[in-house]
């Protein structure tokens, strides 16, 4: 899976959107880009993953850059329940989706009142 | 709702102690992952299964066991519990299928404590 790097940490302020980078220039043309994110003392969420083509869905936007080198993460009006460890990863499935996940350091996400 | 449980979200044993820890998903996912968390070294998963009854070794399988003999349970045995498994233990479930993107769904965890 290719590597990918991100910020240490972000502060937002509540009720304004929320823009997560992620840089992953070494990106292969079949591999999956996903978010997750971890609250603190919960387990890792799924948030959204793309291809090529930006997403939407109810908890936030995915944008992918045309070279595929980058991503960007929107939650589009941040809580302060959005306070959290957001972690992006690049995925090459085998197929049947028994592979393990592998997080790095992530971008913990501060959302101020 | 999609609903991973763990047995218990917090664990107290001790050394040479034998531990189980039980997950139980309702999403009738064939997929089934035991993670551990540490500061500073992130996720790693220790096992997954497939299937009833099938298993395969994660990235550090050394001093735990599992076990799945019903598809909507997933079981994590430590044999002998020593000071250096304590840590958060996260299960996981995800769908098989030929095409993503097979999100794994977690538990909440089970803070592990071995004295």
């Known amino acids: 899976d290719a590597k990918t790097t991100q910020p240490t940490s972000m502060d937002c302020a509540e009720g304004r959107a929320a823009n997560l980078p992620c840089n992953h220039s070494?990106?292969?043309?079949?591999?999956?880009v996903y978010w997750y994110r971890q609250i603190h003392s919960q387990g890792p969420q799924y948030i959204i993953h793309?291809?090529?083509n930006n997403e939407t869905n109810e908890m936030a936007s995915l944008i992918i850059t045309e070279d595929r080198k980058s991503s960007t993460l929107i939650l589009p009006h941040a809580t302060l329940r959005d306070t959290a460890v957001y972690y992006c990863?690049?995925?090459?499935?085998?197929?049947?989706?028994?592979?393990?996940?592998?997080f790095g350091k992530g971008t913990h996400l501060i959302i101020q009142p | 709702d999609v609903k991973v449980t763990q047995s218990s979200r917090y664990l107290v044993k001790r050394t040479g102690e034998k531990v189980f820890l039980e997950c139980v998903q309702d999403?009738?996912?064939?997929?089934m992952f035991w993670y551990r968390q540490d500061p500073g070294l992130g996720l790693r998963l220790i096992y997954f299964?497939?299937?009833?009854?099938?298993?395969e070794k994660g990235d550090i399988p050394e001093g735990y066991s599992v076990s799945r003999e019903k598809k909507e349970r997933f079981s994590l045995i430590l044999e002998s519990a020593s000071t250096n498994q304590t840590s958060m233990y996260l299960c996981?479930?995800?769908?098989?299928?030929?095409?993503?993107?097979?999100?794994?769904?977690f538990g909440p965890g089970t803070r592990l404590t071995v004295t």
């Open positions: 996981a479930s995800s769908s098989s299928g030929t095409l993503p993107p097979y999100e794994q769904y």
């Open positions: 070494t990106i292969s043309g079949n591999e999956y």
């Open positions: 793309g291809l090529k």
């Open positions: 990863i690049v995925r090459l499935y085998s197929g049947g989706g028994a592979d393990g996940l592998t």
């Open positions: 999403m009738d996912h064939e997929n």
């Open positions: 299964s497939y299937d009833v009854k099938m298993k």
